[in-house]
């Protein structure tokens, strides 16, 4: 317990440290931290629903996966504006939609996700 502690305060202290203006990268990564830190709190709290605690440690880490993915998600949204106004100009990103065939079956993507460091 005393690990997971130190493990989240650790994790607090390296993310608060992020300057005023925060690129994609840094929003997306952030809200997955706070997303792990707050599933991993939750996934504590329902171990006060079973009789022996002990036995179900990996809800706090099933907490803690949930979280980061649905944090992932939500700085993904965060940080991805559909339409941008730069210098007076206003762009609308909508994804491109590529198809390749692989063997005998045709396979259409996406790139949802383009995160600049």
Same mark, same amino acid.
């Given at each position: 317990?005393?690990? !997971?502690?130190?493990?989240? !305060? ?8 992020? &300057?005023?203006?925060?690129t ?6 952030? *809200? ?7 599933g ?13 605690? $002990? *036995?179900?440690?990996?809800?706090? $880490?099933? &907490?803690?996966? &949930? ?30 939609i ?10 259409? $993507?996406? *790139?949802? !996700?383009?995160?600049?460091?």
């Open positions: 317990m005393k690990r !997971l502690i130190v493990a989240v !305060l650790a994790v607090m202290v390296m993310f608060s440290s992020f &300057g005023f203006a925060e994609r990268g840094a929003v997306v990564m952030k *809200d997955t931290a706070y997303g792990a830190i707050t991993a709190i939750i996934g504590a709290a329902f171990l006060a629903f079973e009789e022996k605690p $002990s *036995d179900h440690l990996e809800y706090i $880490s099933y &907490g803690a996966a &949930g979280g980061a993915i649905v944090g992932a998600i939500f700085g993904v949204y965060e940080a991805t504006a559909l339409v941008e106004i730069e210098n007076g100009k206003t762009k609308i990103a909508m994804p491109t590529k198809t390749q065939v692989k063997g005998i079956e045709k396979v259409a $993507s996406t *790139d949802v !996700l383009k995160v600049k460091f």
